[in-house]
């Protein structure tokens, strides 16, 4: 009977008093709602937590990160005492060297990232030690050793080790650096040395590269950085130093943790739109079995406003328990999460908690709650009670102008939160395109299996029939079963895809082409000497050498109107050459890994104008072209040469790989050293090649690449670990979603389960049903999980971590094979109970 126009509304009081009342205190039906919540609700408020503590400890704690205020760096020189007295105006200087170096004790050697630092250092916070002191700068004579070059070289306190050549004494080793998140990448564990060592040991004479490291801590705490460093590089240049500041001490580890982070969100939130429609099922199933309560409340005068204001607070209340128990997940977890990411996140957050993250990740959840519970709460609450009572026979469909409102409403403020929320917000519109893409395409593809199965010639054996039946029938969940089998067999796919495919780059492709030791610092004169300990230690190994000099690239472009990098407002996120100091060459001919692609290289002997060639893709990315000139500046000299020539670089040789190689007489008189590598023959010793070449060139830093693959290798596990982390949540939400589907289905599969147990049909043919009806979906959806999981698993290892796309084909199709065994045990498990009802209980209760 349709609702009065004039019926009054129960206040919501009321309404929740009769809610209340049943609402069981379990949440009896409504349990899978909560895991849904639970499961989308604690991933987002876990990541979200994690990256929002790391970005605000790297922001409050900026100054101990830093080391100061304001950092200045210059490569291959200190600051002059002009500029020196100016910083001193400020408050309390600090000048400090970092530098590659090797550690030796007897024949054992070690590389360090050097760090010297002057009496004044730290300037904020304080060095601690294993044995529990905290310290400053060491003093003369002695150095602080990390504890994996301690190990290394099997020394404690007080044993001695020479860096350079020049004998220091242990003064103990490092637990705990503050600056070690604005220390960059380097080729070593850290080594912290009084500020006179790099020049006892010649580690800063002409040539060698070294980087000088100022900071300042001001004298007036409220002074703002940005200014100062503004008001030094218009006394001094723009390009005069590279310069940090305390607000921003670690920009590559907080725009990692922001990119990183907002990919995590993302696809927590994918999983929480997954686990919605999981949500949808459930909520479905639940009103389902109250269908008789909700006519029976019509036929006392209940309207529609009353019947959706009593189930909308019992839905709401379930979401908002989920919701919590999400977020209480998200920040116990957290923890947990930022140990085992440790290296990719290195900030130990301990137990924290961010009202910001946990406030998304309830808006998230309550919104994707009220997306997907709009549609059956529309359904109960637009029909009469007499088509209530028909819903077994009948299904319900409501209007879509019932629920279109709410539901839009809805998806637009889960898109306004996640751009408000977004590092980048192209990206994540993206991102939420092609889930929406995705959602899609599973939903057609539903629809065709419903419409195909209506068409199909009938199977002669009755149980294939029936099961294909059960595809079309009225009240079928095939689409709700296509987007979770998709989904999961999708996310199968995906992590086997980068899985190999990482395993690959890394375990196969770069060890076999990369070189075994990388050498710095080989004195010009003394290259032959070095060429000849090679042979006689290692014979047969392939030595390649070539000139190693740092330079800024200043300006670029048409002779007559060249771009000062410097006026620039913003630089390319391609065109990363411009940012700071780079490695430059010079070369006779065209360096090996490289192709040229357009222009001329330069004859062998060459005394024309100074010429350059660039690496294609950046001169793409800045507008060069050959003709044009680069101004790039090299020890304080501006140095101008014509591109002559572009090249395609090939990076994945880990050798010698410069965007800039010069002609000789562009940089010949530069002061500067060769770097070094050396490729051993398979099956020959190198035990006595790392001793010798310490012995002999202690100013040199001797790396071995078997170290670096490791770091590499760990660190691409744990980038792996993460996205896998996030993907199980994905499968999880999958299987939450054919749950929702079976308990949405559960009433009317009973009915026909009864049916056919009364006309004869075993338990076993009915279980060969179910596998009927879930294999035909599984076999159709295979394919489709392996070109879907394939593209996004692209996606990742392509465009994410550009690396190559390598997948072993063969283990994807044992775990896509795996993955269907997975999925359809837990259909088949789901649809147990419907084998357990009883024909004459069930006949009663219809």
């Known amino acids: 009977m349709p609702d009065p126009a004039s019926a009054p509304t129960l206040p919501w009081r009321t309404a929740w008093t009769l809610a209340r009342r049943d609402l069981s205190a379990r949440f009896k039906g409504l349990r899978l709602l909560l895991v849904c919540l639970f499961l989308g ?83 904020y916070g304080r060095l601690e030690l294993q044995d529990g002191r905290k310290v400053g700068a060491p003093p003369a004579g002695s150095v602080w050793l990390s504890e994996g070059t301690a190990a290394r070289l099997g020394v404690s306190r007080g044993d001695s080790v020479s ?86 001490a670690s920009p590559s580890t907080q725009r990692f943790v922001s990119r990183m982070g907002q990919f995590l969100a993302l696809v927590g939130l994918a999983a929480l739109v997954i686990a919605g429609i999981g949500i949808g099922g459930g909520v479905s199933s639940y009103l389902e079995a109250r269908r008789a309560s909700i006519a029976t409340l019509k036929v006392l005068g209940a309207t529609s406003r009353d019947i959706a204001r009593i189930y909308l607070l019992q839905v709401g209340a379930a979401a908002l328990v989920g919701s919590l128990a999400g977020l209480l997940a998200g920040v116990l977890v957290t923890p947990l999460l930022a140990r085992s990411l440790g290296a990719l996140l290195p900030v130990d957050t301990g137990f924290t908690v961010s009202p910001a993250a946990l406030l998304t990740a309830t808006g998230y959840g309550l919104l994707v709650a009220l997306v997907f519970a709009a549609p059956p709460l529309a359904r109960a609450r637009s029909f009469p009670a007499m088509a209530l009572m028909r819903a077994q026979v009948s299904p319900l469909m409501a209007p879509r102008r019932t629920w279109l409102l709410p539901v839009g409403l809805g998806l637009a403020a889960i898109v306004a939160l996640a751009l408000l929320n977004a590092a980048q917000p192209l990206v994540t519109l993206g991102f939420l395109g092609g889930a929406a893409l995705m959602l899609g395409l599973l939903a057609l593809i539903g629809l065709g299996i419903r419409r195909a199965a209506a068409h199909l010639p009938r ?45 690959a780059n890394i375990r196969k492709t770069v060890p076999a082409r990369a070189p075994d030791f990388f050498v710095l610092d080989v004195p010009k004169d003394k290259a032959g000497a070095f ?75 060459h005394r024309g104008e100074p010429l350059v060639s ?12 050959v003709g044009d000139y680069v101004t790039v500046g090299v020890l304080g000299v501006e140095r101008t040469a014509r591109v002559a020539a572009l090249r395609r670089i090939d990076w994945d040789t880990l050798g010698f790989n410069f965007v800039l190689v010069f002609s000789p ?145 063969p283990r994807i199709l044992m775990v896509l094979g795996a993955g269907l065994i997975v999925i359809l045990t837990f259909a088949l498990a789901g649809s147990l109970p419907l084998l357990r009802a009883k024909p004459a209980r069930a006949l009663r209760e219809l």
């Open 163 to 248: 860096i350079g050549g020049v004998e220091q004494r242990v003064g103990g080793v490092i637990a705990s650096d503050p600056e070690k998140l604005s220390e960059g990448f380097a080729l070593g564990d850290t080594a912290i040395s009084a500020l006179d060592l790099p020049s006892r040991a010649g580690l800063t004479d002409p040539g060698a590269m070294y980087r000088s490291a100022t900071r300042v801590r001001f004298a007036d705490a409220m002074r703002d950085p940005d200014a100062v460093v503004d008001a030094l590089k218009k006394r001094f240049g723009d390009d005069a130093f590279d310069t940090r500041t305390r607000k921003a």
């Open 531 to 605: 060429q000849d300990i090679v042979a006689q230690q290692v014979p047969g190994a392939v030595v390649k050498m070539v000139p190693n000099l740092r330079g800024r690239i200043l300006a670029y472009g048409p002779r007559d109107h060249m771009t000062r990098v410097s006026d620039l407002k913003e630089i390319p996120e391609d065109a990363w050459a411009l940012k700071g100091e780079r490695g430059l060459t010079y070369s006779v001919g065209v360096p090996e890994g490289s192709t040229v692609t357009s222009g001329r290289w330069w004859p062998e002997i």
């Open 665 to 809: 007489n562009t940089l010949a008189g530069a002061p500067h050293n060769l770097a070094a590598t050396i490729e051993v023959p398979p099956g020959h010793s190198t035990r006595g090649l790392l001793p010798r070449l310490a012995r002999a060139f202690p100013s040199s830093s001797v790396i071995e690449t078997g170290t670096l693959l490791r770091d590499a290798r760990g660190l691409l596990d744990q980038m792996t670990l993460a996205i896998l982390a996030a993907a199980s949540v994905a499968v999880l939400a999958g299987l939450a979603v054919l749950f929702g589907a079976i308990a949405a289905a559960r009433a009317s599969r009973t009915y026909d389960n009864v049916i056919l147990r009364v006309l004869g049909a075993s338990r076993g043919q009915l279980l060969l049903l179910q596998l009927a009806e879930y294999g035909l979906i599984a076999a159709v959806l295979a394919l489709v999980a392996l070109a879907a999981g394939s593209a996004m698993a692209w996606a990742v290892i392509v465009k994410l971590f550009e690396f190559d796309w390598l997948p072993d084909w």
């Open 41 to 123: 609700v604690g991933a987002i408020a876990a990541i979200g937590t994690l990256t929002g503590s790391i970005e605000r400890e790297l922001t409050t704690r900026g100054r101990e990160v830093l080391g100061g205020d304001i950092e200045l760096k210059t490569w291959q020189r200190s600051l002059s005492d002009k500029e020196l007295n100016a910083l001193s105006r400020y408050g309390q200087v600090s000048p400090g060297f970092r530098l590659q170096a090797i550690a030796r004790k007897g024949d054992l050697t070690a590389p360090v990232a050097l760090k010297a630092v002057d009496a004044n250092w730290p300037l």
């Open 614 to 625: 660039l690496d294609e893709k950046f001169a793409q990315t800045v507008g060069l072209k």
């Open 459 to 503: 199977p002669r054996d009755p149980m294939l029939r029936a099961g294909l039946a059960n595809l079309y029938r009225p009240g079928a969940q095939t689409g709700a079963l296509v987007t979770a089998l998709g989904f999961g067999l999708s996310a199968f796919v995906l992590i086997a895809a980068v899985q190999t495919s990482l395993d």
